[in-house]
């Protein structure tokens, strides 16, 4: 394999010893070192979403795992739930909760903008509702929503708060207890540089007072989290074998974000940001989201009018070993999206991709 | 961590290739040298499971995953499926389906056995039904049974035959095609030797036609293999994040089997079993299932009443550093499961092992 430079949507590089990490002997699933392992992760898991939730950890599939890990635990069948979609990711929850059963009200942004809490309030002040949902991160617009305003509002009208925090978790703050989110799912690919493969939950009391009072079981055994927490608890009782080399690879990568401190981490993406956008404006180049709702680490960039952007991004790849995503959706052919995620939020990288692009716009 | 010998019920050890597969820089999952890997993958699983069938990929979470990958999309609220119940497996798959909504008829076996036809026939001729769901090599009681009959009792009355192989695959012949198995899901902890994480699975003609005529989606977005399978197939639509990494280790895996020969693979397993066999019978010690039903990589050894079976998997963990597993289940107390699986079916690991329990027996 020759090594890109991930700019897209995710993965982004993992650093050398979480690259080790993964290569380490496997052990037993309840082998008495690996399950030491996992508690040092889910108390490092809290640390990094600010949350003294019990129930924090990581489930054995990918981000979209962890939305259907949440989603088919706390809703049931005749649930409403106001889902907000402002991106791809809002509606593939939509998506998901329709085949689950649940009455999906859909509050539909423009893409590109944050999630607007007005209509939001008015669809959860219509009728009782179980779950708000939201995308703190859209990751297919690069538009950042104000989860604690978010949460504020379902809590008013007694709705569990959910949120969607894939690409922000490590890069921007996410504050669970503090903001009050009631259920979190990420990913590890994103502002963690681990590969895809797990996604970190999190769960606090009222998510937890939702699974006990469910009606009937949920409709997957593999993410069932009232089985899945007791492998990860105390009990260690047996319920699927853990991907034990990712998780090596998951606490190696958390080592690295104890180590560098939240705060520092958060400031290292906004700089590299910063730098981003200074340098795009020199190449007459603008981002998506209006200022005060743009994500640091993912960055759409308006394709101006002139511009093959398939040239672009295939001359990226080739001739500099660069890649950067597409738009999706809506926003296809319209936007590159440009991460500058966990490892690769540094100012080296924002300069080696700018120079990369200007020769290839030729400006 | 320090390495232990894994003669559990998986994961078994893996080769310092496949652990170093894992480590190689991370590529997108969309990049063209990782969807070229990608190819390879899914050919080399056709080998393996002796297939033709095009939807024949590697789906993204742990052996579960897979049966319930299989089970969500194949199965519809108000389908009959019988199962045979012979232990853990068949029971899991039993409580996923009435999840699912699908009218169960569990046919009951005696763990330590292997499904009996005859019953399953009755079951069957009852009602018309969806599909026989079997575990050809039950990992809780280390009996094998005919998947080859099963099928076509299945086919007899006109059901899909779904198979569990995660244990089989790789050490005993699984033959898809001969046997007309519709549906077969494994995992790459056991006999193929890579970390937990992944579920191979392949679909024939009947079970795509199943997919084809389902009357509304599955309840899972995760494991629809009608949006899976555009990932992996030549459209390479976006559907999740493939797990890159694991990935990798399955590939240099595969490359492993293929190099060494599926029959050649099968008759170190045969091998391997044969040896511990005859040394356990010179302490004294008898597996569980009778001849003709034994699996080589999954020995269930039936527990003396004069010994304290715990004392001697602690003192095999800590004094020779070598794992196996407990009981599960109804045969909790009764049997220690030994694993032989991949890489360690091989003379000097059964050695070692015989060894080491002789002293911990003190015979």
Chains 1, 2 share one sequence.
Request: some cysteine; hydrophobic content about 45%.
């Amino acid at each position: 394999m020759n090594e890109m430079l991930l700019l897209g949507p995710g993965p982004s590089n993992c650093p050398p010893s979480v690259l080790q990490a993964l290569a380490q002997p496997t052990l037993g699933h309840l082998d008495p070192q690996f399950l030491e392992l996992m508690e040092g992760l889910q108390e490092d898991l809290r640390s990094l979403f600010r949350t003294r939730n019990a129930l924090t950890i990581a489930v054995s599939g990918t981000g979209t795992c962890g939305m259907e890990a949440l989603l088919t635990n706390l809703i049931e069948s005749g649930d409403r739930v106001v889902v907000c979609v402002n991106g791809v990711f809002g509606g593939r929850a939509a998506e998901l909760l329709r085949r689950l059963g649940a009455r999906v009200e859909s509050v539909e942004e423009l893409w590109g903008r944050p999630v607007d809490p007005e209509p939001v309030a008015v669809a959860l002040a219509a009728e009782r509702t179980k779950a708000l949902f939201f995308v703190h991160a859209e990751t297919s617009t690069g538009a950042l929503s104000d989860a604690k305003a978010l949460a504020a509002l379902a809590h008013e009208h007694g709705a569990l708060a959910i949120a969607d925090c894939v690409t922000s978790l490590g890069g921007v703050p996410v504050l669970v207890d503090e903001w009050e989110l009631d259920a979190v799912f990420s990913g590890t690919q994103k502002c963690l540089s681990v590969p895809p493969g797990l996604a970190p939950i999190t769960l606090g009391p009222a998510a937890l007072d939702a699974l006990d009072e469910r009606r009937s079981p949920p409709p997957s055994w593999y993410l069932d989290l009232d089985l899945v927490r007791h492998y990860w608890g105390p009990q260690r009782t047996y319920h699927h074998t853990a991907p034990v080399n990712m998780l090596y690879g998951l606490a190696a990568g958390l080592r690295l974000v104890r180590e560098e401190g939240l705060e520092p981490r958060w400031a290292r993406h906004q700089a590299a940001h910063d730098r981003l956008v200074s340098g795009l404006a020199e190449l007459g180049l603008e981002i998506l989201p209006p200022p005060g709702a743009r994500l640091p680490m993912l960055n759409a960039v308006i394709i101006p009018d002139d511009v093959n952007e398939v040239d672009v991004r295939i001359g990226l790849r080739d001739r500099h070993r660069i890649e950067i995503g597409a738009g999706l959706g809506d926003l296809k052919g319209r936007v590159w999206r440009v991460g500058l995620m966990g490892e690769n939020a540094r100012p080296e990288v924002v300069d080696r991709f700018l120079a990369a692009l200007a020769e290839e716009l030729g400006r």
